[in-house]
Nanobody
């Protein structure tokens, strides 16, 4: 069983910064993808940023956060972080860690999809 645990949300003024972290715990073999989604009130959940490939070197960003957010992954720690700078009120949302992870099953290795419990980010003066 793998669990994703997030931290780092909170209240920040417009223009400020926050850093979100997510760590995977449990018996995992390899991280395939790991990243962040967010869901604002009344809106659908959307991709914010994601990593893929060896050591998470392939990164993807939503257009709305390019140049302001930076995602990084540490496979040795099974973790991913999201540095959020120049925050705007429209960044207010619950942020969810997301990962596709290879685990051992009774039938051999298999990939499973996991979500964290969410951490709230509020950007307001």
């Amino acid at each position: 069983q793998v669990e994703l645990v997030e931290s780092g949300g909170g209240l920040v003024q417009p223009g400020g910064s926050l850093r979100l972290s997510c760590a995977a715990s449990g018996r995992l073999l390899r991280i395939e993808t790991m990243g962040w989604y967010r869901q604002a009130p009344g809106k659908e959940r959307e991709l914010v940023a994601s990593t893929a490939g060896y050591m998470g070197t392939r990164t993807t960003y939503a257009d709305s956060v390019k140049g302001r957010f930076t995602i990084s992954r540490d496979d040795a720690e099974s973790s991913v972080s999201l540095q959020m700078d120049s925050l705007k009120p429209e960044d207010t949302a619950v942020y969810y860690c997301n990962a596709e992870i290879f685990i051992w099953t009774t039938k051999g290795p298999d990939m499973a999809h996991y979500w964290g419990q969410g951490t709230r980010v509020t950007v307001s003066s």
